[in-house]
Structure formats: structure tokens, C-alpha cells
């Protein structure tokens, strides 16, 4: 029940694009289609994002978009706005039944 | 629209129990995953516990394997998390979340949490 693996942190300016990975094993991210992404504001729930590794729920911006390749997940943002400065994380089925978060990531918009 | 309240939270002395609650409303309760993901202060995300739509499957994070116990009650729409033998890494807020399956794949929605502090 290791967490998945994000960078602590990323930065961009506003209208930039910008990537975080989220990496596992062939136990979680590598074998299932169930990775999604949260952003979390500070004092606040979080918020899912991205689900299912690409898909968006409905109201979130097609700004935010998913993919996965082996055992890395990756949040793309593009068009970077200042409200997006949060904390994201990933998280991911596991093959005990579980689920598994990544670190998270905090994201600053300079 | 889904919403999920959690209440029972509070300080509480190393070794003590503590009991959780969370009311869900505005979706079909009986027919989601429950979860129980904790955060502690200024720390990450941490998945707790799972509990399947029916109650019939139960998984746990292993640090609480043994001392903690998820469960629910379909017939009022309830969500539980019975803590025992508590320690300050217990100390977090304790978040209900939805799963969007009938078991454990991805949480949809999420409670505001229950502060848990856990110190003498």
C-alpha cells in the first residue's frame, strides 16, 4: 500500500500548460483504468477533476485533461489561470480492492 | 445534489475510541461504495477504508487494519467508522467520500470532514 508518486511541486504562469505525473506500479496505475485526479483548495474538500484516467465530470473545465502510459498517470492544465493554484492529487484502484492517493502536488501560479 | 456530512469528531485521549458518522443524501445510498479518506494536518491525502454498496466486502489501509471498523446503514442512508485504540498519527481530518461504483474504483464526491484529534 505504497502512495503513488507525484513531484511536490510545479509552477507555471498564467496561459501556460503544465504537467504532473503520478506514478505507480503494475499493482495500481498499471493495470487498471481507474486513475483520477483531485484538487484540493486550501481549507477546502477536494474535488474531482479527472476520473477514469481521461474523463472530465461534468462542470470541469476541458482545460483539465488525463492520460496514462505504463505505470504514470499525468493532469495536464493548459491555459494556466490563477484559480488553479491548489494542491492536485492522483489516486488509483489497487489489485487488494483498494485505493491508493499519490503525495500531491502543489501547484503555484506565478 | 449529493451530500455527504460528517460529525463526531473531537479531541480524544491516546488508547481511547472514537466513533464517526456521516449522513449521505441526495443519491441512492444503498447503491454506492463508501469511503473514509483521513488527512493529516498540512499532509496528504490517505485512503482509510472502503465498505461495498451492500456492506457484503470491507477493505482497510494497514495501519489501521484491526483497530478501525467501517460499516453502514443502508436503511438510514448512515456511513460509520468505529475507531479504537487511537495514537497522534490517527490525529486528521476524516473525510466520507463517495465512491461513483458499487464498490471501490473512484470517489465522485466528498464530505467537508471531521477534525479527529487525538492527544492527552
Known amino acids: 500500500q505504497s502512495a503513488l508518486t507525484q513531484p511536490a511541486s510545479a509552477s507555471g504562469s498564467p496561459g501556460q500548460s503544465i504537467t504532473i505525473s503520478c506514478t505507480g506500479t503494475s499493482s495500481d496505475v498499471g493495470s487498471y483504468n481507474y486513475v483520477s485526479w483531485y484538487q484540493q483548495h486550501p481549507g477546502e474538500a477536494p474535488k474531482l477533476m479527472i476520473y477514469d484516467v481521461s474523463k472530465r465530470p461534468s462542470g470541469v473545465s476541458n482545460r483539465f485533461s488525463g492520460s496514462k502510459s505504463g505505470n504514470t498517470a499525468s493532469l495536464t492544465i493548459s491555459g494556466l489561470q490563477a484559480e488553479d493554484e491548489a494542491d492536485y492529487y492522483c489516486?488509483?484502484?489497487?489489485?487488494?480492492?483498494?485505493?491508493?492517493f499519490g503525495g500531491g502536488t502543489k501547484l503555484t501560479v506565478l | 445534489q449529493v451530500q455527504l456530512v460528517e460529525s463526531g469528531g473531537g479531541v480524544v485521549q491516546p488508547g481511547r475510541s472514537l466513533s464517526l458518522s456521516c449522513a449521505a443524501s441526495g443519491f441512492t445510498f444503498s447503491r454506492q461504495g463508501m469511503h473514509w479518506v483521513r488527512q493529516a494536518p498540512g499532509k496528504g491525502l490517505e485512503w482509510v477504508a472502503v465498505?461495498?454498496?451492500?456492506?457484503?466486502?470491507?477493505y482497510y489501509v494497514d495501519s489501521v487494519k484491526g483497530r478501525f471498523t467501517i460499516s453502514r446503514d443502508n436503511s438510514k442512508n448512515t456511513l460509520s467508522l468505529q475507531m479504537n485504540g487511537l495514537t497522534a498519527e490517527d490525529t486528521a481530518v476524516y473525510y466520507c467520500?463517495?465512491?461513483?461504483?458499487?464498490?471501490?474504483?473512484?470517489?465522485?464526491?466528498w464530505g467537508q470532514g471531521t477534525l479527529v484529534t487525538v492527544s492527552s
Open positions: 465498505i461495498w454498496y451492500d456492506g457484503s466486502k470491507k
Open positions: 467520500a463517495r465512491d461513483s461504483s458499487y464498490g471501490a474504483a473512484r470517489i465522485d464526491h
Open positions: 489516486s488509483s484502484y489497487t489489485s487488494s480492492s483498494t485505493l491508493v
